[in-house]
């Protein structure tokens, strides 16, 4: 059976929650409190479905070290990613000419994290139904903040609003592609081609959620409160996972 038309709907949602943290950012004055407890709930979601859900399906193939050396390769193109848009950061603080150049990084570091998303929700669907379903919804929960803190930024830049707009919705161009690679590529192959894209995705998502989410989590007002937050979205979101499987 062709599941492309639901995999297309599931990596719309993590889009379509993009799109809405943008315009909540157009309209809604949000603290830093209320910016750390968003990012708190995402880590411990994110946290819930790498360490119950991803890793032990991952793992699971014969031989193991193909998904393990295929993890260590995600966490590694994520770090020279990374290191790429820091370069390209410092080029920008050489040249203040260059008034939104920080802007597009973070149009740039952002398209990059939903291609992964959309990739990790495609090649998940070759593999279970209800692990493509639990990867969109976490993702649904992550990228609320995360296109409310883009929007948020080119506020503060000074684009226009037709083009935050438009950039809003671009958003919806990477994750689908991605979602359309990771599907058309693996269905049809060997579970440990399927394992393997889906612990190199997990390597990229894991390190993005240490290097990234956690510190610009205790970047913002880190509170008792913010901690709970954590703890029971990683509960909730284990409990949740029981019932689709």
Not at 82 to 106: F, K, M, P, V
Not at 120 to 142: D, K, Q
Not at 175 to 191: D, F, H, K, M
């Given at each position: 059976?062709?599941d492309?038309?639901?995999?297309?709907?599931?990596?719309?949602?993590?889009?379509?929650?993009?799109f809405?943290?943008?315009?909540?950012?157009?309209?809604?004055?949000?603290?830093?409190r209320?910016?750390?407890?968003?990012?708190?709930?995402?880590?411990?979601?994110?946290?819930?479905?790498?360490?119950l859900?991803?890793?032990?399906?991952?793992?699971?193939?014969q031989?193991v070290?193909?998904?393990?050396?295929?993890?260590?390769?995600?966490?590694?193109?994520?770090i020279?990613?990374?290191?790429?848009?820091?370069w390209?950061?410092?080029?920008?603080?050489?040249?203040?000419?260059?008034?939104?150049?920080?802007?597009?990084?973070?149009?740039?570091?952002?398209?990059?994290?939903?291609?992964?998303?959309?990739?990790?929700?495609?090649s998940?669907?070759?593999?279970a139904?209800?692990?493509?379903?639990?990867?969109?919804?976490?993702?649904?929960?992550?990228?609320?903040?995360?296109?409310?803190?883009?929007?948020?930024?080119?506020?503060?830049?000074?684009?226009?609003?037709?083009?935050r707009?438009?950039?809003?919705?671009?958003?919806?161009?990477?994750?689908?592609v991605?979602?359309s690679l990771g599907y058309?590529?693996?269905?049809?192959?060997?579970?440990l081609?399927?394992?393997?894209?889906?612990?190199?995705?997990?390597?990229?998502?894991?390190?993005?959620?240490?290097?990234?989410?956690?510190p610009e989590a205790?970047?913002?007002?880190?509170?008792?409160?913010s901690?709970?937050?954590?703890?029971?979205?990683?509960?909730?979101f284990?409990?949740?996972s029981?019932?689709?499987?």
């Amino acid at each position: 059976m062709n599941d492309y038309p639901l995999v297309l709907g599931l990596a719309a949602l993590p889009a379509l929650s993009n799109f809405i943290g943008g315009l909540l950012a157009e309209v809604l004055p949000v603290s830093q409190r209320t910016l750390g407890l968003a990012l708190h709930v995402v880590i411990g979601v994110l946290l819930a479905v790498l360490s119950l859900e991803l890793m032990p399906r991952a793992i699971a193939v014969q031989p193991v070290w193909v998904p393990i050396l295929a993890f260590i390769a995600g966490g590694g193109f994520f770090i020279l990613t990374h290191q790429g848009i820091e370069w390209l950061q410092h080029r920008r603080d050489r040249d203040r000419t260059q008034g939104n150049s920080q802007a597009w990084i973070i149009f740039l570091s952002l398209s990059i994290h939903l291609f992964s998303g959309g990739l990790m929700i495609g090649s998940s669907a070759t593999i279970a139904r209800n692990l493509s379903l639990l990867l969109a919804l976490a993702r649904v929960v992550a990228h609320l903040p995360q296109g409310f803190a883009a929007i948020a930024e080119f506020r503060q830049h000074k684009l226009p609003r037709r083009i935050r707009l438009r950039l809003s919705l671009s958003f919806f161009l990477p994750i689908l592609v991605g979602a359309s690679l990771g599907y058309w590529l693996l269905r049809g192959q060997s579970e440990l081609w399927k394992l393997g894209v889906l612990a190199f995705t997990t390597g990229t998502l894991m390190t993005s959620v240490v290097e990234e989410i956690i510190p610009e989590a205790h970047e913002n007002q880190d509170t008792p409160l913010s901690n709970l937050l954590f703890v029971v979205s990683f509960a909730l979101f284990a409990w949740f996972s029981t019932y689709i499987k």
